[in-house]
């Protein structure tokens, strides 16, 4: 196979050329900075006294994808495809936001990364369920980050929650 058309069977063809593009490789593993970005959210308090929760599976999220800058290249299947930047800081001053959508879900949900140029927050949860919180309610993603990385680059229309 020539080198520069590697294939995994780990993501569809449009998500694995947005991450490749945007720097991941199978085995990328950036642990240090994932354990920088937990310390900082565990030892940010909100003037409420909310906390974050950090669990593995952020940690593991963090760490493999950390840092990317996701961009779409392509049309949406059902809606336009939506950029990602994966990093947990900006979702730093949502943590009652966050504690609210992990009570409702029975759950801890720590943030991922947001969508540039909208006010929308990735989150994942402790089992690696990943959501989206906009101003027009909270999506459901996929049941993992590889699904979740799916919807987002290939326009997939995510799943409205129904809380309560």
């Known amino acids: 196979m020539h080198p520069d058309r590697t294939s995994t069977t780990r993501f569809p063809v449009p998500v694995d050329a947005a991450l490749r593009t945007a720097g991941w490789h199978p085995g990328r593993w950036d642990i240090k900075q994932a354990e920088t970005w937990a310390d900082t959210l565990r030892d940010h308090t909100s003037p409420a006294g909310h906390r974050h929760a950090v669990f593995p599976a952020a940690v593991e999220a963090w760490a493999e994808f950390g840092g ?24 730093l001053h949502l943590a009652r936001t966050l504690g609210d959508l992990g009570r409702a879900l029975d759950t801890d949900v720590s943030p991922l990364g947001a969508e540039p140029g909208t006010d929308t927050l990735i989150a994942i949860d402790t089992q690696g369920r990943v959501y989206a919180l906009d101003h027009t309610g909270d999506w459901y993603l996929g049941p993992d980050i590889d699904q979740a990385l799916n919807t987002l680059v290939t326009g997939i229309q995510p799943t409205r929650l129904t809380t309560g």
């Open 68 to 91: 990317l800058h996701l961009t779409p290249t392509g049309p949406g299947r059902q809606i336009a495809p939506t950029a990602l930047h994966v990093d947990p800081l900006h979702g």
